[in-house]
């Protein structure tokens, strides 16, 4: 007996509502279902790794380990260098680097030296003890001799961080920043003194006792004999 034919279209459209909620489940959907999905790949930050970072190039103002132009040689495009610049530039300037280049490195940091101890001493020569100014003694030596008293100066000094065996005696921070902290310590790690004390004000002075293995300093740029 053949069923009617009514039937059909009703099968058929239930068939068509089950094939439609099927699709819709295995969509994107909204994750209510709490089917685990994979995760979109999305874009993010590149974080630069400084270590792994070029360093600057550029002729060094220091001798270089590596070949450097004859003395022979050295001769700018136009003129002469003179005895004092020669002497300066000697070891110093890289192979297929400009000498007037490497020359100019040493004529700023006396510049830079001249212009700052007009201002204040103590200052030059911080910088000179702490190192801010690239190839300062070979600088001073031969490009501006004037400046030697400040040079006498800085040697006596030792820059912020950790010194081992300082000389006994009293030094003054070459800062005011209220942040500068300092301790003295023996061969065992003992604290023979620290400072500055609670509540001080004023520059940052330290005693160093004798037998003192290490001094070590936190934010106090130099130090100088008081």
């Keep these: 007996m053949r069923r009617p034919l009514h039937r ?3 099968a058929a459209a239930a068939l068509l509502t089950a094939l439609l909620t099927l ?16 995760a979109t790949p999305t874009r993010s930050a590149v974080v630069p790794d400084r270590q792994a970072e070029a360093e600057p190039t550029g002729p060094t103002p220091s001798p270089t380990k590596g070949p450097v132009v004859p ?5 700018p495009v136009t003129g002469s260098f003179t005895t004092q610049q020669k002497e ?3 070891g110093r300037v890289p192979k297929n680097t400009d ?32 190192g801010d100014i ?16 400040l040079l006498a100066t800085a040697r006596t000094g030792f820059p912020d961080g950790t010194v081992t065996q300082p000389k006994a005696g009293t030094y003054r921070a070459l800062t005011s920043d ?9 061969k065992d790690g003992k604290v023979l003194a620290s400072g500055p004390a609670l509540g001080a004000k004023g520059p940052v002075k330290a005693a160093v006792p004798a037998g003192t293995a290490e001094f070590v300093s936190s934010s106090c740029y130099a130090w100088l004999p008081a």
């Design 99 to 130: 000498p007037a280049a490497v020359l100019q490195t040493g004529e700023e940091s006396c510049q830079r030296l001249e212009r700052t101890a007009k201002r204040d001493k103590d200052a030059a020569v911080g910088a000179l003890v702490a």
């Design 134 to 149: 690239p190839d300062a003694e070979a600088a001073v030596n031969h490009l501006c001799p004037a400046q030697k008293p």
């Design 8 to 10: 059909r279209p009703a």
């Design 71 to 75: 003395d022979a040689e050295l001769k």
């Design 88 to 90: 300066y530039l000697s």
């Design 23 to 38: 699709a819709a489940c295995s969509s994107g959907g909204d994750g209510s279902d709490g089917a685990p999905r994979a």
């Design 178 to 186: 209220p942040s500068c902290t300092w301790r003295a310590l023996g």
